[in-house]
Nanobody, 115 residues
């Protein structure tokens, strides 16, 4: 089993930056892939960025060039650096851990981009 604890959300003006953190309860190298999803009001949850245990990354087209996913294998933590934030980035952001058999989710952290 994996517990995921997110932090780093908040309110920011357009053009600002935030860094989200997701701390896992076990060695993230044993997890096939970890990622960040988001869900805005009235919309479906969507993939924002993902990173595999081998280090490969994937991003939604809407965040390419602005967001960066990374991980610290010693701290068992995955980060999402979000730059040049836009109002349309406003959503609850969820950390995700995909093992071979089970997918785990964090509790979510709110990101609000507004002037």
């Amino acid at each position: 089993q994996v517990q995921l604890v997110e932090s780093g959300g908040g309110s920011v003006q357009p053009g600002g930056s935030l860094r989200l953190s997701c701390a896992a309860s076990r060695n993230i190298l044993s997890i096939n892939a970890m990622g960040w999803y988001r869900q805005a009001p009235g919309k479906q949850r969507e993939l924002v960025a993902a990173i595999t245990s081998g280090g490969s990354t994937d991003y939604a087209d809407s965040v390419k060039g602005r967001f960066t996913i990374s991980r610290d294998n010693v701290k068992n933590t995955v980060y999402l650096q979000m730059n040049t934030l836009k109002p349309e980035d406003t959503a609850v952001y969820y950390c995700n851990a995909a093992t071979r058999l089970v997918t785990y989710w964090g509790q979510g952290t709110q990101v609000t981009v507004s002037s």
